[in-house]
């Protein structure tokens, strides 16, 4: 074992040390427990039940199912929401790139990324008081609707959480969608020129073919983090009203931290553990892709 | 000419207004940090606050300034901790050619899938066994391992930019990997640290769940104080406007300032500006 | 009945200094260099504690840090640390439901037993001084857990301008309430008022609660041995939260609805009190313990246009007043259990719980509720004791399945609120599930 070898491990293995103790000994333990019907308040009464747990929250109980498709619905719709809204804003903005206070719009476009998530709830639920709300006064004096419960009726609950979503995480789409415009080279955009085409043909022909990969990267980054959402619903809606937007890490939170079944907790948080490996895989071949793209253009 | 200073102008009004939308919760949010609760919520709205009001935040500071102070430390440590351990990580990863470099790659990524909620439990169990409770340590400890994943991925795909043959040529000329390592890659990669830098410090900065089990009272972050303010009884609204002002500032500078940065790490390096 | 108004007539006809002085030097033991935490709620009463320890510091020697959480916080931190054996509090403030859980995790030291061992002179502890509707609520298993310091009583708070403006008489009724909401609602004349009345209707804990506060007043009981006077509320607990009058009594409040305010449905605890405070109904029933806020010109626009009374009936039944609070436990993991100990005894004695509550914190003290100076600077307190008096320890379950429970139920009913299931359905699921839930521990056979 010479000094570079030795050199060489350093570099790696306490990190790889460090990850094994503090990442993968939560996931090992909650593997386990999910086996077991547990209750944190009396742990030393735990027993073995195998699959009962998964068997229970996935078939015969009706919330985590709910979770599970609530989960999707609603990262879907925000996605789609991002995506359109975001290619029309990073259009314009790549429109204007030219003038300096562009680059002042977009820098403040892209703070609701990096605020606290808790924050961002509690500030919509400031906003979207039904009587007392800001919201509310837009709506009745400038559009004469009369309030509703943004957060508390079903159809419009899950709409809002959707829309807080989106609100959040549009810029992103935005900036992605920029930086693909961006690598258009210019000499198509000259060659579309002299054929005479419209700005339809130019988008459609030219700029969405070109930005397809980064599109596709950020539906799946999307699609990992909405697969964990959670602080807004806590904030505001606490997966309500009935079970409209109970999501998948909502419940988690809910049956290990209020009602303390640490098993049936568990086995819903491998449940998200497979299906976010499962979206994470193809996210990495993607990202490798767009990498090797990147690289070629 | 005219139609384009036209059109030009019709677009730097939508950019405007989009803008607007999401510049607009939050500055309602922060102008009612200068009101005190009846005037948060009176209507019609009070647009233009007195800004000399600064009640909440006098009374907010002086409940919370030992949390905010807690916060700043373990955003700090955990940053150059995770720095410390992610880049040689990310650089190994990188240059040395081994069987398996990618399996280990996507396995350090995948680290990063359980959700936090469900490691709460069993993180606190493993940390009481240790007797390291209600220190910052811990705090900072658990944040570099839930940042180390995507810290190791960024700045793997920074170090990939580096042109191998200036490498081969420094082991040729019989450098040590660490020399390399401090002399090379580190100086050439200053803009991929300083992404992975910020997404670690945001992280860290806005994190409430692991800090509300790890923490007793002398480690309690700021962000616990926040959601300390809901309760059954009440919501301390002044507490929390003032408090979403402060929390927000880090962001908001950041922002302000590395734009570039965080692009290419939103995209987990795939994407340089 | 007769023995408490006994109790009440000769406590207040004595001086208090002669009844309640305390030589504390002796009492409460030397705790130099002790660093006792107290783990507390965010309620508004924890300003008071924070501003009284000081006195207990300097009779000891200890330093007292008082820490406040968020509800869900600081139940989801005391359970997860207690399960870990952690010590790190020494003093819980914990709701009173929660007895039964802390109990099942061995969390807390029997303040029975402690006082037991140490041969504390009882009139420094003063149970029967504790109003009894709270007090039980520091019971398990026949043994006194906790000391009982901060109750909370559901009054019934209405705009006493506008009632008078309308002549109407102060609502004793479900029918009487139900009138005056309709009236006041989209009234031309009161055009700044959205709805006649607001509840907690959002889902979870917000509508489950909300349940328990009304179902006795309604002249139903939610399940089999638990009403007013039970002398075994556990006894057999299988459901009836699908029994006609439960269904009739949601029923009820599904038709409220269109009386309160636009939104409603999202309401909770915060809601509720802000649509009364900013003027936007004639009325809401709440926790006493917000009450004083009510008087805050920062954060009320109807100070002193307000009134309080005892939480409304059916007709035919009792008013029932909901009962809840705050109750102080001794960490059966800390490190520091006699001077937490003494912190509890001192801090809940009569004689300190009135300097406290002169702080603008909740009386749970007949003592207190009677002293001539609280009533003086909280003009509310006849009533409220009055509801205390009136009140039903066992208004929640307080085992260790109760927050399941409310959930559960909560999840429910806020279904029938909203319009998404009707009243019997609602019901009808909650009452499988939670009996589905109860036999899982072996609560019903």
């Known amino acids: ?297 | 000419m005219k139609t384009s200073a036209r059109k030009n102008i019709t677009l730097l009004i939508l950019a405007f207004c989009f803008t607007f939308v999401f510049l607009a919760p939050n500055l309602w949010m922060f102008l009612g940090a200068f009101k005190n609760q009846n005037a948060m919520f009176a209507l019609p709205p009070i647009w233009i606050p007195d800004f000399t009001y600064i009640k909440n935040f006098t009374i907010m500071l002086s409940e919370s300034y030992r949390y905010l102070l807690n916060s700043i430390i373990v955003t700090i440590g955990s940053t150059i901790i995770s720095l410390v351990f992610s880049l040689p990580t990310a650089f190994g990863l990188t240059f040395f050619k081994f069987k398996g470099s990618n399996f280990l790659a996507d396995w350090i990524l995948s680290t990063r899938m359980l959700p936090p909620v469900a490691a709460a439990i069993p993180l606190f169990m493993l940390f009481k066994y240790m007797n390291l409770l209600d220190s910052l340590f811990a705090l900072i400890i658990v944040y570099t391992a839930f940042n180390i994943p995507f810290a190791v991925w960024v700045s793997a795909s920074f170090f990939k930019r580096i042109p191998y043959d200036l490498i081969e040529a420094s082991r040729i000329e019989g450098a040590s990997w660490l020399q390399i390592f401090l002399k090379i890659a580190i100086p050439l990669s200053k803009g991929g640290i300083a992404t992975v830098a910020i997404f670690v410090f945001i992280f860290s900065w806005n994190e409430l769940l692991i800090a509300l089990f790890f923490t007793v009272s002398e480690s309690r972050t700021f962000p616990i104080f926040i959601s300390a303010q809901v309760s059954q009884a009440q919501i301390i609204w002044g507490n929390v406007a003032a408090a979403t002002v402060i929390q927000s500032i880090p962001p908001i500078l950041l922002t302000i300032f590395l734009q570039k940065n965080i692009v290419s790490g939103l995209t987990l390096g795939a994407v340089k500006n | 009945m007769l023995k408490k108004i006994i109790l009440v007539c000769s406590l207040s006809l004595l001086p208090i200094n002669s009844l309640l002085a305390v030589d504390w030097g002796k009492e409460l033991g030397d705790h130099s260099g002790v660093d006792l935490k107290v783990q507390s709620i965010m309620d508004p009463y924890i300003d008071a504690v924070k501003e009284i320890s000081p006195q207990f510091e300097s009779a000891t020697g200890a330093s007292v840090t008082v820490e406040g959480f968020g509800y869900d916080g600081l139940h989801e931190k005391q359970i997860v640390a207690c399960s870990q054996n952690d010590g790190s509090y020494d003093v819980l403030f914990i709701d009173g439901i929660w007895i039964g859980e802390f109990v099942e995790a061995d969390c807390i030291e029997p303040v029975e037993d402690i006082w037991t061992a140490e041969g504390t002179d009882k009139s420094v502890i003063a149970w029967d001084d504790y109003i009894d509707s709270f007090a039980g609520q520091a019971i398990w298993d026949g043994k006194k857990m906790c000391l009982p310091f901060g109750g909370y009583w559901h009054m019934l708070h209405y705009r006493k301008d506008l009632f008078e403006a309308e002549g109407l008489a102060v609502p004793e009724t479900f029918d009487d309430v139900m009138a005056a909401a309709k009236l006041f609602k989209d009234n031309p004349k009161y055009p700044e008022l959205e709805g006649g009345y607001a509840m907690n209707m959002a889902r979870g804990s917000a509508a489950g609660q909300q349940y328990y506060e009304w179902i006795y007043s309604a002249g139903a009981q939610p399940w089999e041995s638990n009403y007013p006077g039970s002398p075994d509320a556990y006894a057999d607990q299988r459901g009836l939260y699908n029994s006609p009058e439960s269904v009739a009594f949601i029923e009820w409040m599904q038709e409220m609805v269109n009386y309160m305010p636009p939104g409603v449905e999202q309401y909770a605890w915060d809601e509720r009190a802000k649509a009364f405070t900013q003027g936007k109904v004639a009325m809401i029933n709440n926790w006493s313990v917000r009450t004083p806020l009510f008087n805050d010109p920062e954060i009320s626009k109807v100070m002193g246009k307000f009134d309080v009374a005892l939480f409304p009936h059916a007709e035919g039944a009792q008013s029932v007043p909901p009962v809840g609070g705050w109750i102080a436990c001794v960490n059966k993991h800390s490190k520091n259990r006699q001077a937490a100990w003494d912190y509890l005894k001192w801090f809940a004695s009569p004689e300190i719980h009135r300097e406290w509550v002169l702080m603008g914190a909740p009386p749970s003290r007949h003592s207190a509720m009677n002293d001539p100076q609280i009533n003086a600077e909280q003009p509310w307190t006849p009533v409220l004791y009055e509801s205390s008096l009136r009140a039903w320890q066992e208004l929640r379950p307080r085992h260790a399945l109760t927050f399941e429970l409310i959930e559960t139920l909560g999840i429910e009913v806020n279904k029938a609120l909203t319009g998404e299931s009707t009243a019997q359905e609602a019901m009808d699921t909650a009452n499988k599930k939670i009996d589905r839930l109860l036999k899982s521990e072996g609560y019903i056979d």
């Open chain 1, 1 to 297: 074992m010479n000094k570079e070898k030795i050199e060489k491990l350093l570099f790696i293995v306490p990190t790889c040390l460090f990850l094994l103790t503090i990442s993968i000994f939560p996931f090992l333990y909650s593997v386990y427990l999910s086996l077991f019907q547990a209750k944190l308040t009396k742990m030393h009464k735990k027993f073995f039940i195998g699959w009962e747990n998964y068997q229970y929250i996935l078939f015969e109980d009706d919330i985590f199912p709910t979770a599970i498709k609530n989960t999707f619905m609603i990262a879907f719709s925000s996605i789609t929401i991002e995506i359109i809204l975001g290619f029309i804003m990073a259009k314009i903005f790549f429109e204007i790139r030219h003038l300096k206070i562009s680059n002042v719009l977009r820098t403040v476009t892209i703070m609701p990324i990096m605020l606290t998530p808790l924050c961002v709830g509690l500030v919509f639920l400031y906003i979207l008081n039904p009587t007392l709300g800001i919201f509310s006064y837009i709506l009745e004096t400038f559009f004469g609707i009369e309030p509703f419960a943004y957060l508390g009726k079903p159809i419009p609950a899950k709409i809002s959480i959707i829309a807080i979503n989106s609100w959040q995480w549009t810029p992103f789409m935005m900036i992605l969608l920029l930086a693909g415009l961006m690598t258009v080279p210019n000499e198509q955009y000259e060659a579309a020129k002299i054929d005479g085409a419209n700005w339809y043909h130019v988008m459609t022909k030219i700029e969405i073919p070109s930005i397809l990969s980064f599109v596709l990267l950020g539906v799946v980054l999307r699609l990992i983090e909405c697969i964990r959402l959670f602080d807004i619903i806590y904030v505001t809606t606490r997966g309500g009203p009935g079970i409209a937007t109970e999501v998948m890490a909502y419940f988690t939170y809910r049956t290990e931290f209020r009602s303390f079944q640490v098993g049936t907790g568990s086995a819903s948080a491998v449940i998200i553990l497979i299906i976010s490996l499962i979206i994470t895989t193809i996210a990495v071949m993607l990202l490798r892709r767009v990498e090797k793209n990147e690289d070629f253009s």
